[in-house]
């Protein structure tokens, strides 16, 4: 893979970039003599055998054998290809990175393609400030009013980029008239809709609450709006269509907020709705994020994985909040994540928790997580008769089912252990 960026291209983003800068957040890094020394980030060390060169730009670990250079880093903490470091330290650097083979895609669609996603994210940068700004003068007070009456603070409003859409058919449109975007430029935005009576164009989001959705890199890539009434024509939340930079199934929602803290404390907590991880937030858990989406995709799986080994899923009790965790169950156990479940009284959520009873209870449900398979248990036992030999049987399949998803041979034979001692029934069933 890495025959597609040049060489000349590789040259500049290392010319550029500082190594320490780079292994700086994972590990401190201490002087030692014409040296740096540091503990390892890829293994458990209690003496320092992590080394870093700034005259060489490399690192090398004599404790595991890891080495190489800031690319080599990446690849192997962020579980990243070649091409998606050098992209990263390229935007983090302000290098151009172009192709010298892209398949089917010419330079100059290549280009094109580059230059149309530069104009669309410029453009979600630019609504997402005017959207905010909306929220603070009288034309938001309504939606101010609603956001405050989910207790949401001032700080946490800005750290979220919240925002409000007027009660207008024209706002965004004008406003991104007067910034010279073009008619077709705001169309594929998705922040405006063309009428199919009439051919005029008008806004896709009015009088609702809008949260921005961002990019792994902190880029505003869409927006995610909500109705401030009770009942509503156009339904309660309303999204930015698919676009060239924005696709829902590969969006983790406040990633960019949360992964440093994630790294640091080993785990995710995933959530279903943006208010559930501005509540976590404010709560000081700040390694909660949320998939965007009804449901729960591998994109969106892989990507975690990339940041952590540990997740804990934060869903509500109602029916869809059980079928989102049985489906990341699907997803994650396949990846091969370690899974907690936090389980919630009928009808709340961590947003409802956290305003109820604050941080204490956020904590504490994270401390009595059950392990993925007691979840299921308590969950079947509740929904399934088990008296019955027939049910039984079915929610033993269903039990494997999930078993089967984890690919470690050794872990998944644990589990069919501790599964059969729970069902009663023979260990040799197993996947």
């Known amino acids: 893979m890495r025959n597609f960026i040049p060489e000349e291209i590789i040259s500049q983003i290392l010319s550029k970039t500082d190594i320490t800068h780079v292994i700086a957040p994972y ?30 730009q490399t690192f090398h670990c004599f404790g595991c054998g890891k080495g190489g250079n800031i690319f080599t880093f990446l690849m192997e903490k962020e579980n990243l290809s070649f091409q998606e470091a050098a992209k990263f330290l390229a935007e983090r650097c302000g290098v151009m990175i172009l192709a010298s083979d892209l398949s089917s895609q010419s330079h100059s669609e290549y280009n094109k393609q580059k230059s149309i996603k530069k104009k669309l994210i410029d453009i979600h940068r630019t609504a997402a400030k005017w959207y905010s700004e909306r929220l603070f003068k009288p034309e938001g007070v309504s939606g101010l009013e609603y956001i405050r009456s989910r207790k949401v603070p001032d700080d946490i409003i800005l750290k979220f980029g919240l925002g409000f859409a007027p009660d207008s058919w024209d706002s965004i449109t004008k406003f991104l008239t007067s910034m010279s975007y073009t008619q077709n430029e705001m169309l ?95 709560a000081g858990f700040t390694n909660a994020i949320s998939f965007y989406g009804t449901i729960f995709t591998e994109e969106q799986g892989k990507m975690l994985k990339k940041l952590t080994e540990k997740v804990y899923l934060f869903f509500d009790a109602e029916k869809a909040g059980t079928n989102a965790t049985m489906k990341a169950l699907d997803i994650l156990l396949y990846l091969g994540v370690e899974v907690k479940v936090i389980s919630f009284p009928e009808g709340e959520d961590a947003n409802f928790l956290y305003n109820k009873s ?43 089912d999930k078993l089967s998803k984890i690919q470690d041979p050794l872990l998944r034979t644990i589990y069919i252990s501790v599964a059969s001692e729970r069902m009663a029934v023979p260990k040799n069933i197993g996947v």
Not at 227 to 247: H, L, R, V, W
């Open 358 to 400: 604050g941080k204490t209870a956020i904590q504490e449900a994270l401390d009595h997580a059950s392990d993925f398979l007691d979840f299921m248990f308590s969950h079947l036992s509740k929904e399934k008769d088990m008296s019955s030999q027939v049910i039984k049987s079915q929610v033993i399949k269903e039990i494997l």
């Open 188 to 282: 594929e935005s998705g922040l405006v809709i063309k009428s199919e009576s009439s051919e005029r164009i008008y806004d896709r989001f009015r009088n609702r609450v809008t949260f921005p959705i961002w990019d792994e890199y902190g880029e505003v890539i869409g927006f995610s709006s909500r109705t401030i009434f009770t009942e509503s024509k156009e339904g309660k939340y309303i999204s930015s269509p698919e676009t060239p930079i924005f696709n829902k199934s590969k969006v983790l929602y406040a990633s960019h907020l949360a992964k440093k803290d994630i790294k640091e404390r080993g785990f995710a907590i995933l959530c279903k709705g943006q208010f559930d991880v501005i509540s976590l937030h404010r």
């Open 27 to 56: 590990t401190e890094l201490k002087k030692a003599g014409s040296r740096l020394k540091a503990l390892c980030p890829f293994h458990n060390e209690r003496t320092p055998s992590f080394v870093v060169s700034k005259e060489t």
